[in-house]
């Protein structure tokens, strides 16, 4: 028998999920996860089905023989169907007449029992036992038989040199009917079919189903259980307690082997965790064992190759009732004439070792280096919670270091990288809302820009003729003219016009910048030499520059102090002292004013530099004051914030606008 090029189990891809649960339960390792898929690697997987029972998405498939079992029932002119003493299990209720009846229709030539092919190995392990003092591993189970050929290799030769049931019904049948019959075995365990395709054991075993390609079969032709009236006997040799091998603990019934728990010489262990901690006490242990009977599962019964979900309790019962019933009736002489027919019957079989242990094995360095990219600095870091399928954080660095596992698969690991990952969208998420808000008010100040470029043009001018005017008839008018009052207001009025035309034109001039290397805290110092202040009003600069050199544009700069110092001056009417601070942080020069004034409502935090807001009373300000500010830091790329204070009953008062610039011309 050949297994296809992809190997005993696969995995279907669209349905794998990432929780890693085959992982947990693979005692071999051979589980490769590759992007969050998990697929087996087939030199070391040993056929024992866990990756089967947990998987619940049905990710797993088994290679099936169905298409070449009917091939062989059409080509042969005698196939026989091997059937597993488990098969009550596969068929509560039905009479095994029936299930017999059913393969025949089917197209199999005969149906034998494999518990009779169990009473021969049963037979020859008590018989090795009694000839040699030696120490063994019973071998009915092939999953562990995979397991030590590749993972204990230096215990082969204790693998009792008997075929197993399978195998030894196959010869039997073969004995009474030629070496034309292909057989054909039918059970619930897909590691016989790797079994079956050993080289050791290659012409033995033509094809394995399990119960569930069988009921497949059983569909694709279209017959029922149902629709069987006829029963049919199982075909000679008959067997008797060798209907017990499914269960845990059968085989030593069945040979008459009891597990005696005050010598120890006999040793039973089912089950993922349990028998690979036999077989490695076994090989390490100072164990006076000289029997391990151990299977990979809890018994022939939790194969994964049912049809029928049904608990372990009714299979083991369905077992049960069947042998009892069948062993009442058995003709027991008839049996011991069989048994001794095949005496002679050759049951032995030879086992190579097939090392698949990883060679190299990770430093302490690497493996260091390999929990560091997990998040593991420390033993405290060392979760081990098993989300990754993984015993211990060390097993999951490890299988990391051999390329059969990956650090996305650590679950603290993933949730870390995924709040680092949010924080990070959160803060370009800012960044963005930022970087649009700029955006909008650059769009509003260019447009406002060529605005104010078009009304200083139109305007100017004829402000200008008006002006010149109305002072020549001011200078004109005595001094106690009824007229004189109004040439004033219309003179006041005429100069406000003026100044607000000034502050269009450097609105609209501040894509011009002309830098030039300039000392800040000189200039500073000047700018606010030039400055009047109301009474009760101080200022103090505080210089923390280490380096007072940027290139900036010289005029502009003292505008934006200009109108900084200017706002709070007038933010602070009962007066106190305004800080102007400077400082700088390598290619950064920051300059903060700060006012103890009434402070700005946070209604009005989100307006403050768009072009003609203001709170200032009708007279007082054109709101063009912060929008050129900002206008100017904007062209020397840079930053500036306001942040402020407006509760008096807390306390808390006062504004400070902090201005960030490069040192340098970007």
């Known amino acids: ?184 075995f039918i059970g619930p365990c897909i590691a016989k079919k790797g079994e079956a395709a050993s080289a050791e054991l290659q012409g033995e075993i033509d094809a394995v189903l399990t119960f569930t390609e069988l009921s497949q079969m059983l569909d694709l032709v279209g017959i029922r259980v149902g629709d069987t009236a006829e029963a049919l006997p199982f075909d000679p040799p008959l067997g008797s307690l060798g209907s017990l091998f499914p269960l845990a603990r059968g085989l030593l019934q069945a040979a008459d082997l009891p597990e005696d728990l005050l010598t120890g010489d006999i040793v039973a262990a089912d089950g993922r965790d349990s028998f690979a901690a036999a077989i490695d006490d076994f090989e390490h242990g100072e164990s006076e064992v000289r029997l391990l009977d151990i299977l990979t599962c809890q018994g022939c019964i939790g194969g994964v190759g049912f049809s029928r979900n049904e608990p372990l309790y009714r299979r083991r019962s369905e077992i049960s009732r069947r042998t009892r019933k069948s062993d009442r009736g058995l003709d027991r002489d008839g049996w011991r004439d069989e048994m001794v027919r095949f005496r002679d019957l050759d049951l032995t079989r030879t086992y190579q070792p097939a090392d698949e242990r990883f060679v190299e094995t990770p430093s302490e360095k690497e493996l260091a280096a390999i929990l560091s990219r997990l998040g593991k600095f420390a033993a405290e870091d060392h979760l081990n919670c098993g989300a990754c399928g993984y015993d211990s954080c060390e097993a999951h660095a490890i299988a990391v270091y051999h390329g059969i596992a990956e650090s996305e698969m650590c679950l603290p690991y993933v949730i870390e990288k995924l709040s680092v990952t949010v924080q990070d969208l959160e803060d370009s998420h800012h960044s963005l809302e930022s970087t649009k808000e700029a955006l909008v008010k650059s769009e509003k100040l260019a447009s406002m820009g060529q605005l104010a470029a078009g009304v200083a043009h139109e305007v100017n001018n004829p402000l200008g003729i008006l002006l010149l005017q109305a002072n020549i008839l001011l200078e004109e008018c005595a001094q106690d003219d009824a007229t004189r009052d109004d040439l004033e207001l219309i003179v006041d009025q005429a100069n406000r016009c003026k100044r607000i035309i000034s502050d269009l034109l450097n609105f609209a001039r501040q894509s011009r910048v002309v830098r030039q290397p300039t000392d800040i805290g000189a200039l500073v110092d000047e700018t606010l030499r030039t400055i009047p202040y109301d009474e009760g009003v101080a200022v103090r600069v505080i210089n923390d520059l280490v380096d007072p050199v940027a290139e900036v544009d010289a005029d502009q700069m003292v505008q934006v102090l200009v109108n900084l110092v200017t706002n709070a001056q007038q933010a602070t009417p009962d007066g106190g002292e305004i800080v102007v601070r400077l400082s700088d942080n390598g290619d950064q020069v920051t300059m903060a004013v700060t006012d103890p004034g009434i402070g700005i409502p946070p209604e009005n935090m989100g307006k403050l530099f768009d072009p003609f807001f203001t709170t200032k009373q009708v007279g007082k300000g054109t709101g063009l004051g912060l929008a050129i500010t900002h206008g100017i830091v904007k062209m020397h790329r840079g930053q500036i914030e306001a942040d402020s204070n407006s509760d008096p009953q807390a306390g808390l008062t006062g504004t400070t606008f902090t201005v960030t610039f490069p040192r340098h011309e970007l």
């Open 1 to 184: 028998m050949q297994i296809g090029d992809d190997g005993l189990v696969t995995t279907i891809r669209e349905r794998c999920r990432r929780c890693y649960a085959c992982v947990r339960e693979c005692p071999a390792e051979a589980i490769r996860i590759v992007d969050g898929q998990a697929s087996v690697i087939d030199s070391r997987c040993i056929g024992c089905g866990n990756c089967f029972a947990v998987c619940s998405q049905n990710a797993k498939q088994a290679y099936s023989d169905v298409e070449k079992t009917f091939s062989l029932l059409a080509a042969s002119d005698q196939v026989a169907a091997l059937v597993a003493p488990s098969f009550p299990a596969e068929f509560p209720g039905v009479d095994e007449g029936v299930v017999v009846a059913l393969l025949h229709k089917l197209g199999f030539t005969s149906v034998h029992e494999v518990a009779f092919g169990a009473d021969l190995v049963a037979r020859a392990y008590r018989e090795v036992l009694q000839a040699d003092g030696r120490r063994y591993i019973a071998t009915p189970c092939p999953a562990v038989v995979a397991f030590v050929r590749k993972y204990h290799p230096a215990l082969v030769p204790s693998l009792i040199p008997v075929v197993s049931p399978m195998v030894a019904t196959a010869r039997a049948v073969r004995a009474l009917r030629g070496d034309a019959v292909k057989a054909v």
